[in-house]
């Protein structure tokens, strides 16, 4: 039987989405591509009416609760992002409202077709999510004819992205003396890839230093379950 090797086997989703499933270099670059990319949201819809902004301060699970609503949570993933503005004191070109949902969008195995993937955004204006569009999947560092895409997702019901949400409360004092003021960027949920084996829910922060005011960014990634750390990499 196949067994896929992780640290040379890389997942690459490449769709309106422009997301990338190869390892957290790639993943760390994406956010801003997907901020511009979903922040408008589609053109077909420009003209809906707007809805409540979703933001942070509803739980880390915000974007991830929309997705299950909308595909139903025996559905498969292969990867989420949602993004969540930074506010202006952090981010001088950050004009969102600070914890605003800014990105919300997912990568999920075609019920129509396990072997293939589709992809989706959350227009945050409205509330409504895209048409699915296809996403070509490309292996690198091992046998194309090899690969099973069953490998990559994981169920949505098994991803507990609002476990995140007692250990953002207990980093509250240590990062307030690192950071003159801070704010979470990120909750993604990231598929298996170069640095791991398995999905792993990823929570960025984004701050000024206490110090010399100077952006800095950091990370946290945990198991599926949002409860077992798997790295903290928060302080600069």
Known sequence: MFKPSFTTLCLLATATLGLSACGKGNNATTGAADVT???AGPASTSDAPAVAALNISQGPDVCFRAIAKHLGPDAK?????????????????DDE????LTVCSVQYQDPADPRKLLGTSLNVRTGEFAAPSPVDITVSGGDAAAFKLADYVTPLAQVNAAGLAP???????AMSKIYSRFAWSGVR?????????????RLDIDGRLATNDIKE??????????KTLKSNELKP
């Open 167 to 173: 250990f953002m409360a207990a980093q509250k004092d």
């Open 37 to 39: 990319a979903n922040h």
């Open 97 to 100: 409202p600070q914890g605003q």
């Open 189 to 201: 949920l990231m598929s298996p890839g170069a640095f791991n084996n398995v999905h792993v829910l």
């Open 217 to 226: 960014t950091g990370y946290a990634e945990f198991a599926t379950d949002g």
């Open 77 to 93: 993933v292969s990867e989420i992002n949602s993004f969540f503005s930074s506010g202006k004191d952090i981010d001088s070109s």
